[in-house]
């Protein structure tokens, strides 16, 4: 069984931190790309960060994504956050070898965790 646990979220005002995180169980992780997505309210799921450290140019500069093969979890640092940033956020994994560069690589995905950034 593939899971993945997301926690870390709550509520912010503008400018805090916070730091997410995604417990990974099931497969082989280490041999995973995996990645962060959002959706905010009304909005379609958006990407926001992955292993391959490719960042959204909404978040770069602000959040870093890191893992942990050793916890078999996988990070997402958020800093100066935003009203903007204000989402469901979900953490996602890609088996590697057939790894493409594309959303459909993600075929596992967690529950999601709130971030809400007040202003």
């Known amino acids: 069984q593939v899971q993945l646990v997301e926690s870390g979220g709550g509520l912010v005002q503008a400018g805090d931190s916070l730091r997410l995180s995604c417990a990974a169980s099931?497969?082989?992780?280490?041999?995973?790309?995996m990645g962060w997505f959002r959706q905010a309210p009304g909005k379609e799921r958006e990407f926001v960060a992955s292993t391959t450290s490719s960042y959204a140019e909404s978040v770069k500069g602000r959040f870093t994504i890191s893992r942990d093969n050793a916890k078999n979890t996988v990070y997402l640092q958020m800093n100066s956050l935003k009203p903007e940033d204000t989402a469901v956020y979900y953490c996602a994994g890609a088996p590697a070898r057939s790894w493409s560069g594309r959303t459909r690589d993600f075929s596992s995905w967690g529950q999601g965790t709130q971030v809400t950034v007040s202003s």
């Open positions: 099931g497969y082989t992780f280490r041999t995973y790309i």
